[in-house]
């Protein structure tokens, strides 16, 4: 791309290949899926590489798209909404290292660029966004619900993330939004929460507070005459549901516990539930379990995506990325302790027992792949120790800090010690991972796909793995293996875009360049 003046303008792509077609309206592009084949026989293992042919299509033009937000009041909430006006309308502030503009930093589609390979004189990177037509966080049209009814200045003043002369600068547009009520039911949150909860859904009856929240989702969409509708939960963690037969392991048993206002039916079901009857794609950026079998049947049955669980935005991302690398570099991580401090809302929730808890297994199961991967350094399969603590400091607000200690077996019996501090206002690193999974999340809408020997097209899984790259415990469709380790997943989501963009990846071994 041409950078003038610090803006990074559209870089131009054009394919020329047999293998793609573009009637204006979409995109087709042939692709040949090398994969290797294997059998344990003798003792051996048997390798057959082998070809596949695939056809992907890709409807060209970006949906009009809303994204409903549940917790629109939070920190996330306030910060993602207020960072689109700060970027709509160019702002910039003050402070007293000096003036700041709006940015989209952290956000891949909006920030990463592609390697596509060498040109003679240069390397050659696309703005990730370039590839294929996605939506800017810019074209969002957000609304939602929160328990408490302040308004998203309120919300922002309370959030403490913003300067400010930002939040003066945001304030007119901040002042007129005020969150639709919500479902509260006590029992998921910590009690802290309580006096928060001012902006509620009367009643107990849940198949009532479905329909209200259907409604919602009707009328928003209605009033926008939106194409796309992804309800999205950055409210509070909850605590775990019971996940048993009879309950909620088929869609029939999770809409009859609805009718029949089972106790074990969470908020946060019931606004999955909502969704995807409304045909509302529906993401989980907490780590609770919302995603139970029946939900993701019935996802499946009304054709809508779901994704989740937890957004992958601080240490966990770090240590995604990390032990993948101690991995590969042939070194055992032994010990990995993980300690965290925060002052926000979403720490005081975390307080309690049960929400922890929830929290505590998404952030613990980030290192299996990667143990997994090598039975040399691992030959029992046993996982190092991992500990993971997080303690409720208000004074630090909304800038967490998370503290790490990896301790690797090396060298002859060796040892190496590595500790890491790292300190970020939380919701900076949470919303650019809100606009990225909508944004992925209405390309994926956009795709279909053949095995050309079926010749007919087919959608993704409803359970969407490529969002695996922004979640911390990534949900996967059954029997489908689960990748933490970042550049993997960054790999497989911009492989996947250039595919459908009829440009072969880069393999990264450059035999362009073994010659002398
Ligand atoms: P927050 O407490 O500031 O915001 C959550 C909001 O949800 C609050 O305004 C609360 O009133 C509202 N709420 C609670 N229950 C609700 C319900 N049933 N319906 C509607 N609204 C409800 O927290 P936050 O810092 O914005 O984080 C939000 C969530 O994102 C938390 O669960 C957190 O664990 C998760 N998360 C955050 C990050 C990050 O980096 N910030 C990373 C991973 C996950």
Excluded at 347 to 354: H, P, Y
Aim: proline share 5%; glycine share 6%.
């Amino acid at each position: 791309g041409h950078i003038s003046n610090g803006v990074s303008k559209e870089t131009k792509i054009v394919v020329n290949s047999p293998n793609v077609s573009n009637d204006g309206n979409k995109l087709e592009s042939r692709f040949l899926y090398r994969k290797n084949h294997f059998e344990h026989r003798d003792g051996q293992l048997h390798v057959t590489p082998k070809e596949h042919e695939y056809v992907f299509r890709t409807e060209l033009k970006p949906k009009k798209t809303g994204l409903l937000l549940v917790g629109l009041g939070g920190n996330n909430g306030s910060t993602a909404v207020g960072s689109i006006y700060a970027n709509q309308h160019n702002m910039n502030w003050r402070t007293k290292e000096g003036a700041l503009k709006a940015n989209y930093f952290g956000s891949v589609t909006q920030s990463a660029t592609v390697h596509l390979g060498w040109d003679g004189e240069k390397q050659i990177h696309v703005p990730f966004k370039d590839i294929v037509p996605i939506l800017s966080p810019s074209d969002l049209i957000i609304s939602g619900w929160d328990i408490n009814n302040a308004n998203l200045y309120q919300a922002m003043v309370r959030a403490k993330v913003f300067e400010p002369e930002l939040q003066e600068k945001l304030r007119t547009y901040m002042e007129g939004i005020v969150p639709l009520p919500s479902v509260y039911y006590p029992d998921f949150i910590a009690a802290n929460q309580g006096d928060r909860a001012n902006n509620v859904i009367p009643g107990k009856n849940k198949s009532a507070h479905l329909e209200h929240i259907r409604k919602d989702i009707r009328e928003f969409k209605e009033k926008h005459d939106l194409e796309c509708v992804i309800v999205l939960w950055t409210a509070n963690t909850e605590r775990y549901t019971d996940v048993r037969s009879g309950l909620n392991s088929t869609s029939a048993e999770v809409l009859n516990s609805i009718k029949n206002n089972e106790e074990e039916i969470s908020p946060s079901n019931l606004f999955a539930v909502a969704s995807i009857l409304e045909g509302a794609h529906y993401i989980n950026g907490s780590p609770q379990n919302t995603l139970v079998p029946g939900i993701i049947q019935l996802a499946s049955e009304h054709g809508v995506f779901v994704g989740g669980d937890d957004f992958k935005s601080g240490q966990t991302k770090f240590k995604s990325a990390l032990v993948d690398f101690l991995v590969s570099s042939g070194l055992k991580p032994e010990s990995i302790v993980s300690y965290n401090h925060l002052g926000n809302n979403d720490g005081k929730n975390l307080s309690e027992a049960r929400q922890f808890r929830s929290k505590e297994i998404s952030k613990s199961s980030v290192v299996d792949d990667m143990v997994q991967s090598n039975p040399i350094l691992y030959p029992d399969g046993k996982n190092p120790d991992h500990c993971i603590v997080i303690k409720y400091v208000p004074f630090v607000a909304d800038s967490k800090r998370a503290m790490d200690e990896y301790i690797c077996s090396i060298f002859m019996g060796g040892r190496q010690t590595f500790v890491v501090h790292n300190t970020c206002e939380d919701s900076l690193l949470a919303s650019p991972l809100i606009y990225d999974l909508a944004i992925l999340t209405e390309l994926a809408s956009r795709v279909s796909y053949s095995s050309t020997s079926s010749g007919t097209f087919e959608k993704f899984h409803p359970v969407l793995s490529l969002l695996s790259l922004l979640l911390k415990a990534p949900v996967v469709p059954a029997g489908t293996p689960v990748s933490n380790a970042f550049m993997r997943q960054f790999s497989a989501l911009t492989k996947l875009v250039t595919t459908l963009r009829g440009i072969s990846s880069d393999t990264d071994m450059q035999i362009e360049f073994f010659t002398q």
